[in-house]
């Protein structure tokens, strides 16, 4: 489909049913002609299709297709275009024509991590660094300053919020109109990489690869493809959010985009190829058409294929069901099925609302077929928890509902569920507050919204499932986010705050980081194994045990929101002996805390059976503190 080079020139294949004919149109080579002829009309074949080859094609030749139908007759995009033109030197085109295969990738021995081992951490493009060089919005060539960074702080992967092109100038990233190109405001062109080539080659050297030339970096999709190598060469799997279940609504007044592909009715909404007379945000695909489905899957599998993402999470896949119905079922199963045959073990991800087992059961059980699944259950039981405990001592906090909230009996595995505490949706402008506001409302930095911050991530980085941080969450950030960097900069994260001006941050940093090096150190904390030890309404304590089944690995982690030391506090354990205090995060607050109230280090267990466990040891439990013990 689309625009292929195919020897000394290009294929192009585009479905248009209904069309009277579909017509080619560009500059290949040194022919220059936008006018629909019968020298560059395609052929139908009997399934819908227009083809055709046209001799002299190059690489980064600007090409569309004119379509002439029942209704009226247009240009339009190529639906499956790799690159969409943005200069004056392409001032007829939107569509170029672009070898996949011109890109030398230099990872090429990654291994993506394992579904359990992975720990996410979810950013925008637009605004995660943005103005790096010398522009508002960030681009993909702007995320390779903090990658070191990223490594650092020990996440293995990065999700990306939709880069697809979308139709408005800032997005975030959910109303896509093409959805095979990279969003253009996320590339360079020309002179703009001069400030980054250095930087790309040094960071290729270092892992003791081959550079590339400024001619190969000034291709705007070869920068997202030097993201992605870069990633793996660091350790770093890199996924990307795809949006199904709806389109960008701006498509709806582009002449020139998917909406009414084939030219052939208006207005009725419900002819217009692609989609329904239904709307989410944007129209919704008709994915109860065969050749819909196959779009949406190949769109998949390219990204997979030619950009070597290594997974993917499938936006409001509840909206896909609900406004397909059994089409919507089918196509999961199609899609799923057809990714883990071509890419096996690259992790498919759902958004579906509610958590539902059957969405990650495999296709042959009846399911829908993906890996894993968003979940709220942990979300709102601890941003609850923080909640009422910021309204002081005294009052009632359901550690409880955090105890049945740790994993989801519906799912056949705990890694099934991604968890988090924060994402683009609950903090995205004036919706919900960051966590260290919600700690405490009226000074984020109190040591009172620190605690019980570092409460929160802590339990989510130790709790089973797939953890996800969202960008900022990490050191402390307590504004809401927006997707438009040119607007005022209190929204925008606080990066100066590494730099010195905020100890806050840096110590939280550093606890984040140390807990996540811990996680991915500590089998247990990865593995199936969960048992709650002890809920204390009272004393507003957790303790539950981890372990790998049938290997052992034994952690235990305690949890607390009293706003007071808990001395003397006993507690069941696995087993007798000593256990290592591995995680204090009382040790993070003015790091390092000359003052850490714990246990030195460590507790031992005695043969004097508590909680429904072999042994006890007693323990000194910080003020809304974590700990986590392991066997010394």
Known sequence: MGANLYHDGATFRVWAPRARSVHVVGRFGNADD????????LVLDENGYWAGYVQGVRDGDPY???????????????PYARELGSTPAYPHSDCIVRDPASYMWRAGDWQRPAFNDLVIYQLHIGTFSPGLGGHKVGCFLDLLERLDYLENLGVNAIQLLPVVEFSSPRSLGYDGSDLFSPEMDYTLEGDAVDP??????NMFAQHGKPGMSKEALAVPINQLKVLVDLCHLNGIALLMDVVYNHAGHQIISQEESIWFFDCAHGPDANQSLYFTDRTHIGPVFAVWKQEVRQ????????FLSEYRIDGLRYDHVSVILSENGESGWRFCCDCTSTLRNRHPGAPDIAEHWPV????????DQGGAGFDAIWSDALRESLRSAVASAAAGGAAGVNM?????????PALSEKWRAVQYIESHDEVYRDRAPRIARLADGSNPRSWYARSRARFATGLLLMAPGIPMLFMGQEFLEDKPWSDD?????RFLLYWAGLDGRDRHMTDFLRFVSDAIRLRRSRPGLRGEGLRIISVDEGNRVLAFQRWVEGVGQDVVVVASLNESSLYGYRLGMPDSGTWAEALNSDFYDQFPNAETRGNGGLVRGIDVPMHGLAASAEMTI??????????G
């Open 34 to 41: 936008w006018r629909p002829n019968d020298g560059n009309r």
């Open 64 to 78: 569309k297709f004119y379509v002439v139908g029942e209704a009226r007759e247009s240009y339009k995009r190529d």
């Open 196 to 201: 980054y080539l250095a930087q790309v080659n």
């Open 295 to 302: 779009f949406l899957i190949d769109n998949a599998d390219f």
């Open 356 to 363: 539902g087992g059957a969405i990650v059961r495999p296709v």
């Open 400 to 408: 409880g509902r955090i105890a049945d909230t740790l994993w989801i």
């Open 485 to 489: 960097p040119g607007m005022d900069e």
């Open 622 to 631: 910080p003020p809304n503190g974590v700990l986590v013990f392991v066997r």
